[in-house]
């Protein structure tokens, strides 16, 4: 996909608006360039990343969209509007903007911290008070008990999610972050990292997030932009295929020798890719069982229970004599859901030692993946991917 391509997304009619880079170079005084003829289009609804090495643009590029830094050339537009010609108060109340510690204010509560923009956009008191109760919620605060603490009664990790209320008060259309994770340990970061996911799925704004950390980039982006100096987008596409497909030494680099491993996590499981032993269940009698294995020509068949649950598995070895399955199959109970990703499955086998896992819809037994399989799935998930580049910056 072109990264200048005109993007929908059923999230745009909540909402959401589209956020477009055109031509876009900023010299600073001194002569540095901060980026240069930048075209970027960020989905109306998706999170997209800007990750790259330090001084490679990524806050010179988020700073011009809400006009904190003025580009020196080029157009950005917000939905229809040309952000050069909005008034900057203004826009800036479209735009939430959460940055590293916060920059919460440290004299006012929780409560009045989150509820700047609506006072200053002269909400009536009830509405305001209502709106920051609703968001501490949303952002797993309790109003009762942090409402009325000031910042440095807070955990580091409570103050970020504070942070995020704040940007979010007014309901702008578009959210940007900088490095906002950045400041908290890496198990609190993990942690707000998930919530801010599931926040996502509820408000869907347009976000742009800044960070360098690639771990964070291919866990939090619909999209990612890898910039080098000078403001350069080295690739732009999905986490997926920008680890699977990075169009350069310098993207393959920056994603690190480990790509592979961390595209495990970014692959979600088809079912095409599972593999079909045959299944019998603990009630059937061996005999059958060993006709079930010949004729498939397998080494070992799946084990249900009589309610179709996994239950383990049965060897050809085993399968000898006049028993039932039930008699000689072996308990094994490692399964995930189809949904999962790779890696959560290949974490599960290795968590109960085993050959295989069983991936199951709901009840459902769907089939198993073994490591021969998961490899396969890996690869074909890139096959046919098209690298996505940044059009005319890489021209
Ligand atoms: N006010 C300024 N005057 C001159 N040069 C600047 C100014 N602000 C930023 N720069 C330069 O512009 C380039 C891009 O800086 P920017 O802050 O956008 O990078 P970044 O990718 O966000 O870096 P980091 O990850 O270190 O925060 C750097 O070379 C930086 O030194």
Known sequence: ????????????????????????????????????????????GELTV??????????????????????????????ADDVTRVDPVK???????????????????????????????D?????????????????????ALHGDRYPHQLSGGQRQRAGVARALAADPSVLLMDEPFSAVDPIVRERLQSEFLRLQEQVRKTIVFVTHDIEEAVRLGDRI??????????????????LGRPVNAFVADFVGADRGLKRLAVTGIDPDDLEQPPVVHVADGLADARAALEGAGAR?????????QLHGWLSVERAVGAGTVGSA?????????????????????????????????????????????????????VEGAVPETAGSTLA
Not at 344 to 362: I, K, N, S, Y
Request: charged share 25%.
């Open 123 to 143: 909400w009536d008191k009830r509405r305001t008070r209502d709106r920051v109760e609703e968001l501490l919620s949303l952002v797993g605060l309790d109003p």
């Open 1 to 44: 996909m072109d990264a200048t391509a005109p993007t929908t997304s059923p999230a745009a009619a909540g909402g959401a608006e589209e956020i477009r880079l055109e031509g876009v170079s900023k010299v600073y005084g001194d002569g540095t360039v901060g980026v240069q003829e930048l075209d970027l289009v960020f989905a109306a």
């Open 91 to 121: 826009l800036r109340r479209r735009i939430g903007y959460v940055i590293q510690n916060v920059g919460l204010f440290p004299h006012q509560t929780i409560r009045t911290n989150v509820g700047t923009v609506p006072r200053l956009l």
């Open 300 to 308: 070992w068949a799946v084990v249900l229970d009589d309610d179709g």
């Open 50 to 79: 800007l990750v790259g090495p330090s001084g490679c643009g990524k806050t010179t590029t988020m700073k011009m969209i809400n006009r904190i830094i003025e580009p020196t050339t080029g157009r950005i537009l917000l939905g």
């Open 329 to 381: 199959a072996r308990r094994m109970e490692a399964w995930i859901p189809t949904g999962a990703s790779l890696k959560a499955a290949f974490a599960t086998m290795l968590q109960h030692e085993a050959g295989w896992v069983a991936v199951l819809d709901g009840d459902r037994f769907l089939g198993v993946l073994t490591p021969e399989s998961l490899h396969a799935a890996l690869r074909r998930s």
């Open 225 to 242: 932009a890898v910039m080098s100096e000078g403001g350069r987008v080295e690739q732009f596409a999905t986490p997926a295929e920008l």
